[in-house]
């Protein structure tokens, strides 16, 4: 029988591995393994229907060595303390290998959008900062938007925190709406982010994006913007898979002609659950959720939650593809990843190809701090010389120790926030 999946145990293990690497000592394995802090509470809110309805909230903190904590707040009915753990970890790392200034951390509550009302998910937004309002902060922990919540939710969190602290901060929060503190381009930034290491990789491989061809899992934030800018680039999208609350699956949607966002937008609901019907009408064959890694494609894309490439599914994975570039956090199983390297599959890790979100998020920040805001081109420029530069160096490590890519972003992330712990005087 499989064992059930703990993103957390997987975070530790990718962490073991590379401590091994970087030959750490036994003080800075114990520190780096676990979160500094963590907070478990419960936030009591007022439904619709004048009943009260108790939802269970996390924050956990992983290190705070190179800077202020920073990390997504998700809203997600499965939502678990070890996935806020794994993802905390995550955070740091991924902070650390495009070197900001920043640490790690992560947050969510137990809830599900789809059945709460904008009011009661406000009420929602709201209980969190005031429960957690007095350990976070602009220069201690700043929050962003994650699975399920957006910019009108960091609105609501930003409003109840100045409220507490009478005063404007806005850069206690990134992902703000642009008209009040938010960063142009940061809505594109996680998905342009993941294309902008994927064109890198392309070159290494000596490969046009216009001979190639990708599949997506997902057609959220992350994986419209990927799609958006791999068509731009030349490549063509044969198929996106979709949540569907209502059966409860996903379905993949594919078509021989390539995947168009514009035209899948009008028939997608605000979670990025694509309606089949319309689909259908629209050319597109509607096949099995994990139909998207069977597509006879170079690319693979995931761009949804976490072990989505795993033990079960991997055998499933089509014969052509040559690279997986990890959009989502911790997709990839740790015996998933054994397998792709034995099929010399080039892996785009998480912590690299996904940063592009928490980069904007950090110009935000700088942007919020300082009260001056810079143009759409000069984000996008000044993101795409980031993740390349960090691609470059990653791959530069991979050569030279003959690693992996995702261990070689993790001797570069670990040995990097290790760093800084020794530089203070923590180990």
């Known amino acids: 029988m499989t064992k059930p999946f703990n993103s957390y145990e997987m975070a ?172 142009l381009g940061r809505t594109e930034a996680t998905g342009f982010g993941v294309i902008f290491t994927l064109r890198e990789a392309l070159k290494e491989l000596g490969v046009h994006p216009r001979d190639t061809r990708a599949s997506v899992q997902g057609f959220g934030n992350v994986g419209q913007y990927a799609i958006r800018l791999y068509r731009q680039i030349g490549g063509t999208v044969a198929a996106v898979s979709s949540w569907d609350q209502t059966a409860g699956k996903s379905f993949t949607f594919v078509k021989t002609t390539g995947v168009d966002p514009d035209e899948l937008l009008p028939i997608t609901n605000r979670f990025g659950e694509i309606a089949q019907g319309p689909a259908r009408d629209l050319g597109y064959e509607v096949l099995p959720g994990e139909a998207w890694l069977e597509q006879d494609v170079d690319i693979l894309i995931p761009a949804a939650m976490e072990n989505q490439i795993s033990e079960d599914t991997m055998e499933r994975i089509g014969p052509r593809v040559r690279i997986v570039a990890e959009g989502a956090n911790g997709p990839t199983s740790h015996e998933a990843d054994r397998f792709l390297a034995e099929r010399k599959i080039m892996v785009i890790p998480d912590l690299l190809a996904n940063a592009g979100g928490v980069t904007c998020s950090y110009f935000e920040q700088v942007q919020s701090n300082t009260n001056y805001y810079w143009d759409r081109d000069e984000v996008l420029g000044k993101l795409d010389v980031r993740m390349t530069t960090a691609y470059v160096a990653v791959s530069e490590v991979a050569r030279q120790k003959e690693l992996p890519m995702r261990k070689a972003a993790y001797v570069i992330a670990v040995d990097r926030v290790a760093q800084a712990c020794r530089d203070r005087g923590w180990i």
Request: with cysteine.
């Open 12 to 183: 530790q293990a990718q962490f073991e591995d590379v401590a091994g690497i970087l030959d750490l000592d036994q003080a800075a394995r114990d520190l780096l393994r676990q979160p500094m802090r963590e907070y478990a509470f419960a936030i009591p809110a007022r439904m619709d229907d004048g009943s009260i309805r108790v939802f269970r909230a996390f924050r956990v903190q992983h290190n705070d060595a190179k800077g202020p904590c920073k990390g997504g707040i998700r809203f997600h009915p499965l939502e678990t303390l070890d996935t806020i753990r794994a993802l905390s970890m995550w955070m740091t790392w991924k902070c650390a290998v495009v070197n900001l200034p920043l640490g790690g951390a992560k947050g969510g509550v137990i809830c599900d959008p789809h059945d709460l009302s904008l009011r009661e998910q406000e009420t929602i937004c709201r209980g969190f900062v005031r429960k957690m309002g007095s350990n976070m902060g602009p220069h201690r922990d700043v929050p962003a938007p994650d699975v399920m919540t957006g910019a009108q939710h960091m609105l609501w969190m930003l409003d109840e925190f100045e409220a507490i602290h009478g005063a404007k901060a806005p850069g206690f929060i990134t992902g703000k709406p642009v008209g009040v503190g938010g960063s």
